[in-house]
């Protein structure tokens, strides 16, 4: 559910309420008790960039570690001949 953030225009009181999307407006200022809430317009509070992005694309495989603790790379499916 998404947080809306709301200014109260007779008496300045700013808040935020977390709400359902179908959720009709808050209309009546809880520091006033006057109906003359409206909602403020603000940015999201994070950003999904690029073409795609699913769980898998943020995992890498490690590279494994040998007998000695030193990294190796993954050999490449490459046939030997």
Not at 20 to 35: E, G, I, Q, T, V
Not at 40 to 49: D, E, N, P, Q, V
Not at 66 to 78: A, H, I, R
Request: net charge positive; with cysteine; hydrophobic share 20%.
């Amino acid at each position: 559910m998404p947080i809306y953030e709301y200014q109260c225009q007779d008496c300045g009181h700013e808040m935020e309420k977390l709400q359902r999307m179908s959720d009709d407006p808050l209309k009546d200022c809880p520091a006033c008790d006057h109906p003359a809430l409206s909602k403020k317009i603000s940015a999201a509070g994070f950003r999904l960039k690029g073409t795609g992005w699913y769980e898998t694309d943020f995992k890498t495989k490690k590279p494994q570690k040998d007998n000695q603790g030193t990294s190796k790379k993954p050999e490449s499916p490459k046939s030997k001949s």
